[in-house]
């Protein structure tokens, strides 16, 4: 099958790279081809014509619903969308309506933005009007000021320009209350009705792709880096995309792949309000793929070879952590509890797996048991990049942060960096240890054999800082009584605990993945629910607590008070600093204009004397400094007195008009064209040969001969070209252009002289 991306090779897609290099798909007896997008097309209308049978896209597949074309949305890989506009700093646009009347370059087939164009629509841009641009080399029209706003991902482009020293204003729609789905896994209508079950073997291998991509970052830019890096990024930009990609998948705060029918219902009708989409009730209706099967079944759609393989398991040996409440535990009478106490109890009832329990080893020795294949799974565990080495891993089915304990004294830690020249305490062999062994080498580790006694020393003094999973972390806190720790940071990592499988047992691996993804939703919130939430006491004592109730019901009434008289003092500041602000666009726009109008000349409109004189200057300093060629060129209207006389010198300004036009459109954009003096103008030729420079002023001369003038005049030129030579001062270059002008009126004029050695010119002698 084909899975058509929506943009080009990076690690927005790192999640299906992942899926079909690690054999995920190949688990789901899938055969995928992954193919880039072509910009001149629709990736959505190749999904829907049946080129390819799944796509990623943005919310703009409700467009395409609404135009009535079959599709479902099968997961969200991004719950919020990466999608924003980006202005320079310098253009002094912060705000969506700063947009009004300006140029942005917007994707060119209406395939993605829609959250963008929810956002212009709200703010009134649509409605007031903007230029839309073309998209292709938007960063280079951005830089140079052909457009003021491009549409772009926050993950990408912002990082590059800040890289290259361009300063920018990031207009996200969220911050506007447009927070739309961002990438979807989706597929036609036709697909998810004769194919039900391959859609979610589809959706099981790229969720799974996804977590394997997120959790192995550095080994997914090394892959980008070797096989799909179609588009040359270098490893910081994609590393900066992966990290800024987490809070846009949103993993550790809603489930991975999940569509919430609510928000789907409250996205379309924001769109509707704002007649983006057509108004009707159908709501989400026929829009999400839903599952054909009982997702609670034990039927799991099980293999022949997969049902052989259990049916050819006498019994399973597990061993867990035997202090590592309230994930697994042994209680006072040797009874397994805890989060993998629950899990192993679905193994055992809807596989009919029978499940052995390998007691009395710590942790480290379980590690070492699982190397040696003497332990055949891991209930609750997170993949590292060495335990892949001897396990295979299921998808994660519980997370939670890794997170910095200290005491109740110390500051928040915003960064685990800062930590550095102090000893942070971890558990051997925990994936703490692991990551940031790997990590933060020039961290200063110290190992110990549970998280209760690295918390005790913490509590104690012994020890700064605590490193491990807040769960397990908090729960110890409050049920050994721990009063004086606290949470203080979070690092970069997460315990994602999944099920670790032997690797010579692929297929128990790929059993457990079907058996994860048929418990609902539910079942994991009430298992999990059972073990962390803490029972609330049921008698309030509100006797003892109500006297500090009312006391602090008064402060609160104080402080209400006072912060409506701050707010209105910051609606006044508002309101002062909003006029500040116009008046200060305004002195720019003025500042700008007079600066235009200082190098213009008022007639022709091209560079006038005074900007020539200074770029002049500039360019032979150049030249000089780095032996670089320059050349001008002095052109003269021929018998322009004439057509003054006969025409009447508003006839003659327009010839003079008509031909400073000619001229521009005919020079390179790096040439500096203008106004000399009178019927005189002067072209500057940087990087130019003389000969180069006469090849140029006789293609200019050629092109008024076939140019038509105002009321027919048949206007001719006489040029004269000289090129900068060594020890040539500024006026010997100018008295050599007007020299070599004089030699084309002396032989008849129209035509262009250029003489590569020119008599010496004495001071007084001028032409």
């Not at 097309?41 to 190749?46: D, G, H, I, Y």
């Not at 482009?157 to 920018?168: A, K, N, S």
């Not at 002289?753 to 010119?761: A, R, T």
Request: charged share 25%; glycine share 6%.
């Amino acid at each position: 099958m084909t899975l058509q991306l929506k943009w080009l090779h990076q690690f927005q897609f790192a999640g299906y790279y992942a899926a079909l290099e690690q054999g995920f798909f190949a688990d789901e007896g899938l055969q995928v081809r992954l193919l880039e997008r072509d910009m001149s097309r629709n990736n959505v209308l190749q999904v829907l014509e049946g080129e390819a049978e799944y796509g990623v896209a943005d919310s703009i597949l409700l467009f395409h619903r609404d135009a009535g074309q079959g599709l479902q949305l099968v997961a969200p890989i991004f719950q919020h969308s990466p999608n924003v506009l980006m202005t320079l700093r310098s253009s002094g646009i912060q705000s969506p309506q700063g947009l009004i009347g300006r140029r942005l370059a917007f994707y060119d087939n209406n395939s993605e933005g829609i959250n963008i164009l929810a956002m212009l629509a709200d703010q009134g841009v649509l409605k007031e009007g903007m230029l839309r641009q073309p998209w292709d080399e938007r960063m280079e029209k951005l830089k140079s000021g052909e457009v003021d706003a491009i549409a772009s991902y926050s993950t990408n482009e912002p990082f590059q320009l800040r890289e290259q020293g361009y300063p920018v204003n990031i207009l996200d729609p969220k911050h506007y209350g447009m927070d739309f789905y961002g990438d979807i896994l989706f597929t036609n209508a036709q697909e998810a009705s004769e194919n039900p079950e391959r859609v979610e073997a589809m959706k099981r291998a790229v969720i799974r792709g996804w977590h394997y991509a997120l959790d192995n970052k550095e080994e997914m830019v090394d892959l980008i880096l070797e096989r799909y890096n179609t588009q040359g990024k270098s490893r910081s930009a994609l590393m900066n995309e992966a990290l800024g990609l987490e809070p846009m998948i949103a993993r550790h705060t809603i489930e991975m792949g999940h569509l919430d029918k609510g928000r789907l219902d409250y996205i379309l009708q924001q769109l509707a309000e704002h007649k983006l989409l057509a108004t009707d009730e159908r709501g989400y209706q026929g829009l999400v793929f839903e599952s054909t099967r009982d997702s609670a079944s034990r039927n799991f759609n099980l293999t022949k070879t997969e049902r052989s393989f259990l049916d050819s398991l006498d019994k399973v040996r597990v061993a867990v952590d035997p202090d590592w409440a309230p994930f697994e535990y042994y209680d006072q009478q040797g009874q397994l509890q805890g989060i993998s106490a629950d899990y192993l109890d679905l193994l055992e009832d809807r596989l009919g797996l029978e499940i052995e329990l390998v007691r009395n080893l710590t942790w480290p020795r379980i590690m070492e048991a699982a190397r040696n294949r003497e332990i055949d799974l891991l209930p609750a565990i997170a993949a590292t990049p060495e335990r892949r080495q001897f396990l295979n891993f299921t998808q994660p089915y519980v997370r939670s942060p890794m997170v910095l304990v200290t005491r109740q004294e110390v500051d928040y830690i915003p960064d685990i960096g800062d930590l550095q020249g102090q000893q942070l305490v971890v558990v051997e062999d925990y994936a703490s240890d692991e990551m940031l062994s790997n990590h933060f080498p020039e961290l200063d580790i110290k190992r110990v054999r549970s998280a209760l006694e690295g918390l005790k020393q913490v509590a104690s003094g012994d020890e700064e800082v605590f490193v491990g999973n807040l769960a397990a972390a908090t729960h110890l806190i409050k049920t050994e009584g721990l009063a004086n720790l606290k949470v203080s940071g979070q690092t970069p990592y997460s315990f994602d605990l999944g099920m670790g499988v032997r690797d010579d047992w692929p297929l128990l691996t790929q059993i457990l993945d079907k058996l994860l993804v048929g418990v609902t939703q539910q079942e994991h919130s009430r298992i999990y629910n059972r073990w962390v939430e803490l029972p609330q006491e049921q008698n309030f004592p509100w006797r003892s607590v109500l006297p500090g109730l009312l006391l602090l019901l008064i402060v609160l009434l104080v402080l209400g008070l006072y912060t409506l008289h701050l707010m209105n003092l910051n609606h006044r500041i508002r309101k002062v600093n909003a006029r500040l602000y116009q008046a200060e666009s305004e002195l720019l726009e003025k500042n700008s204009e007079l600066e235009r109008v200082s190098i213009t000349d008022k007639l022709t409109g091209c560079y006038n004397r005074h900007h020539l004189d200074r770029v002049l200057t500039e360019q032979v300093s150049l030249a000089r400094r780095h032996a670089r060629p320059l050349s001008i060129v002095l052109f003269d209207l021929d018998y322009f007195k004439a057509v003054n006389d006969n025409y009447g010198h508003q006839i003659g300004d327009e010839v003079l008009k008509s031909f400073a036009r000619l001229v521009e459109e005919k020079v390179r954009t790096s040439d500096v064209f203008g106004r000399w003096g009178g019927e005189e103008f002067l072209l500057i030729c940087p990087e130019t040969s003389c000969n180069q420079a006469f090849q140029a002023a006789e293609k200019i001369r050629k092109a008024l001969e076939e140019h038509e003038c105002p009321l027919g005049i048949e206007q001719r030129i006489s040029a004269g070209v000289m090129g900068l030579r060594e020890g040539m001062t500024l006026d010997k270059l100018l008295s050599g252009a007007d020299y070599q002008l004089y030699q084309a009126k002396a032989a008849g004029r129209n035509r262009v002289c250029c003489q590569e050695k020119v008599p010496s010119l004495e001071p007084e002698v001028r032409f």
